[in-house]
């Protein structure tokens, strides 16, 4: 079975539900102007944290983003790996990556609010 995008690009093909079950299914949101891969997932948009650091928080030190993260009480939940194969078909994480932590979209909103004086997050 393939999952399928929705999102600013539209309809893409993600990947193959290896377990020939899907409890989620795959897009892009834009955000600031960059396409984040996301997970739906039980009705909650799910990001992957890697990708939010790498491409939305890119000029801030990890070290502070983890602080804003304990002081907003975020949490990030591991990825399973039918998720994580799906992450990478959608280019939101490396493919030789082997664990994925994932972040709402509310906390996401969160995080850039806490980070406006440091990022183009709103």
Do not use: W
């Amino acid at each position: 079975m393939f999952l399928t995008c929705e999102g600013a690009l539209g309809m893409v093909p993600a990947a193959v539900d290896y377990s020939g079950r899907a409890d989620f299914h795959a897009g892009y949101q834009r955000i600031e102007g960059i396409n984040l891969g996301y997970l739906q997932i039980g009705g909650t948009q799910m990001f992957a944290l890697a990708q939010v650091l790498s491409d939305l928080f890119k000029d801030i030190p990890r070290a502070t983003i983890s602080r804003k993260m304990e002081i907003l009480k975020i949490r990030s939940r591991r990825c399973q790996p039918a998720e994580l194969r799906t992450l990478k078909a959608i280019n939101s994480v490396p493919t030789r990556a082997v664990k994925c932590s994932l972040i709402s979209k509310a906390d996401l909103e969160a995080l850039c609010s806490s980070c406006k004086s440091f990022s183009p997050c709103p």
